[in-house]
Nanobody, 124 residues
Framework: HVQLVESGGGSVQAGGSLRLSCEAS????????MGWFRQAPGNAREMVAD???????HLADSVKGRFTISQDNAKKALFLQMNDLTPEDTAMYYC???????????????????WGQGTQVTVS
């Protein structure tokens, strides 16, 4: 049973940076895809960044040029480097994993079945 644990959240001033980490309790098999999501109060959860079955990186338009997603070779950790943060980035950030990690297919949010508990990011 895989568990995901996020860390690295906190409070930062606008223009600052944070690096989120997501560690899996066991090595994620190579056919799992992982991604970062966020949810602000009163808003729906949204996909922020993900890596698809072909290793391609996808970023939400709102974070392109500011956020970078990466994972270690052993696929036991996922990272989200967030630069030039704005108050609009304030949200709970979640790491998630899915076995719907197929060549030519980018997993949808509904495909992600393993979720971390979240880490809060507050930008003022």
């Amino acid at each position: 049973h895989v568990q995901l644990v996020e860390s690295g959240g906190g409070s930062v001033q606008a223009g600052g940076s944070l690096r989120l980490s997501c560690e899996a309790s066991v090595t994620i098999h190579n056919n799992y895809c992982m991604g970062w999501f966020r949810q602000a109060p009163g808003n729906a959860r949204e996909m922020v960044a993900d890596v698809d079955g072909e290793g391609r990186i996808h970023l939400a338009d709102s974070v392109k040029g500011r956020f970078t997603i990466s994972q270690d070779n052993a696929k036991k950790a996922l990272f989200l480097q967030m630069n030039d943060l704005t108050p609009e980035d304030t949200a709970m950030y979640y790491c998630a994993a899915t076995s719907m990690c197929l060549s030519g297919y980018r997993p949808r949010e509904a495909d992600y079945m393993i979720w971390g508990q979240g880490t809060q990011v507050t930008v003022s």
